[in-house]
């Protein structure tokens, strides 16, 4: 059991190894290593996940001799080992469904250093899952901001640089501003470890001099995550970022970095902040706003999208509102919420960006809607798919999206407020209608009769490419789809016990 706890720190030092290794090996070696290595990470995860869960109690892993504050932690519990295995299900199937277009997309002598990338972006992951540390999250946020940008200009068109630029420039503004409210915080506290930050921002919040800086503080560490994860009205980055990024690059990004950013807002909230603390601060009305604002104008600009790849990137704009509109709601139903969609979003989304290039593959190599006519009918595995991620983002029973959207609607009920209650059902359901529009409206025209399929790739060109190599991430990402909608309960009973270890 003791040695169990060393594995945190084993899963963010082999990713960095993984990483300086992969620079030095051929493309093919370089993309069959990681996904062995990111294979025996989910063992690691798995095993303090069932650990944590056997005892009942989170441990700290001190990196070390130095007290605090001045020391450095590694805290495991069940939520954390819980979206770190999720994060690594997540990316070993997107780099095994993706990798394809990763060769055809990019320079072949620079395939090896996207797995370099890769393999960083997992130790920054890993990282801001287990610290227990806000200055080495900040540290991290910067890794994995760098590798983001990195894995989004290696198709090297000019939409992508452009997108790259600003993704750069906006990240860089989040990442500031959060060190502002970290030095600011510290200077205040005299702390970095998360607990006793905690306990020095309970003693002064009693003091009503210091409840206006504290409030400033929080508030500009709260704006810089958000701007990383692309909250309303932040968000403007990601329809180029997600649109033009070669898939697996798509759907790492929109399922896991911007839900690494989220996490580790919640975890401040609950072990630096204090929820108690947080309750009587402005910022949690705040998130509330703008996370309706992104769910409806998301919605609607995903409505008249005419490029499917930017019509499943305005959408990850309503579902990032989503998670903020639970934080919002505060509470520890809202809490629950939010971090059920955190998992129900990721399965989902990189579903959807994973299938949408298939689909253009056999479409005349043209996302436009237009062009996309009977594609479903052409490849078939990757028609199936679409529709079970089309599915979970309207809200169909069955699926992760419906559990989801259950919680936040329980969530509204458990508030107390009325206005709020009502804004909410409202939401909930204007952005139901929305995303049946938008989904099932792309349903139908990828799985209408064409009315010339000559001119597009033939049935057997596609089987041929790389089928297995598809298709068994995808049934493993279409299996926690269900998982999460059929058995949601397992999972929420899971995300509450990691709650409670927070306080």
């Not at 063992?43 to 130095?66: D, H, K, R, S």
């Not at 060769?103 to 287990?130: C, F, G, Q, R």
């Not at 990189?350 to 436009?368: C, D």
């Not at 309960?489 to 409670?500: K, Q, S, T």
Request: charged share 10%; aromatic share 12%.
């Amino acid at each position: 059991m003791d040695f169990i706890r060393n594995f945190p720190l084993f899963t963010i030092v082999l990713s960095l190894f993984s990483g300086v290794l992969c620079f030095m090996i051929s493309p093919k070696a370089a993309r069959r290593y990681t996904m062995i290595y990111e294979a025996i990470l989910i063992v690691l995860v798995a095993a303090v996940l069932g650990c944590t869960i056997a005892t009942g109690e989170p441990f700290t892993y001190t990196m070390g001799e130095f007290p605090a504050p001045w020391g450095n932690e590694i805290r495991g519990g069940i939520l954390e080992a819980l979206i770190g295995l999720l994060f690594l299900i997540v990316m070993i199937c997107s780099v095994f469904a993706g990798y394809r277009f990763v060769e055809t997309d990019m320079d072949p002598s620079k395939v090896n250093l996207y797995y370099t990338l890769i393999n960083l972006m997992t130790a920054a992951l890993m990282a801001l899952v287990w610290t227990n540390d806000i200055f080495t999250g900040y540290v991290f946020l910067e890794i994995l901001t760098l590798t983001s940008c990195g894995i989004l200009i290696v198709r090297e068109i000019g939409r992508t640089t452009l997108a790259a630029m600003r993704y750069m420039i906006m990240n860089l503004v989040g990442s500031g501003l959060y060190l502002l409210g970290v030095v600011l915080l510290y200077d205040i506290t005299g702390h970095l470890l998360m607990i006793p930050m905690q306990e020095t921002i309970a003693e002064l919040w009693a003091d009503p001099a210091y409840q206006p800086v504290l409030t400033v503080s929080v508030g500009i560490l709260t704006i810089g995550l958000a701007i990383k994860s692309g909250l309303f009205p932040f968000h403007f980055w990601m329809p180029d970022t997600y649109g033009w990024a070669t898939p697996c690059s798509a759907s790492i990004l929109s399922s896991l970095v911007s839900k690494a950013y989220i996490f580790l807002l919640i975890k401040i909230y609950y072990r630096v902040i204090g929820i108690d603390v947080l309750a009587q601060m402005p910022i949690q009305n705040i998130l509330l706003v703008l996370g309706m604002c992104g769910i409806i104008f998301g919605s609607v600009q995903a409505m008249y999208a005419r490029n499917i790849n930017r019509m499943v990137a305005f959408s990850s704009t309503a579902q990032i509102g989503y998670i903020y509109m639970g934080i919002g709601l505060g509470g520890f139903a809202g809490m629950l919420a939010a971090l059920f969609h955190v998992c129900a979003h990721a399965v989902t989304k990189s579903m959807l960006f994973l299938t949408t290039p298939r689909l253009a593959e056999v479409s005349g190599g043209s996302l436009q809607f237009k062009k996309l006519t009977g594609s479903a009918l052409r490849d078939r595995d990757a028609g199936f798919f679409f529709l079970v991620g089309a599915l979970s983002m309207i809200g169909i029973p069955i699926f992760a999206g419906f559990s989801s959207k259950l919680l936040f609607a329980q969530a509204a009920v458990d508030n107390g407020s009325q206005i709020k209650l009502i804004l909410v059902m409202l939401v909930l359901a204007a952005s139901s209608m929305l995303n049946a529009i938008y989904f099932i409206r792309t349903v139908i025209r990828i799985y209408s009769l064409p009315g010339g399929e000559t001119e597009y790739a033939d049935k057997a060109d596609v089987r041929a490419h790389h089928r297995a190599g598809y298709n068994i991430p995808m049934a493993v990402l279409t299996a926690l789809n269900l998982f999460l909608g059929l058995w949601s309960w397992v999972v929420v009973d899971l995300v509450r016990r990691g709650i409670g270890m927070f306080s």
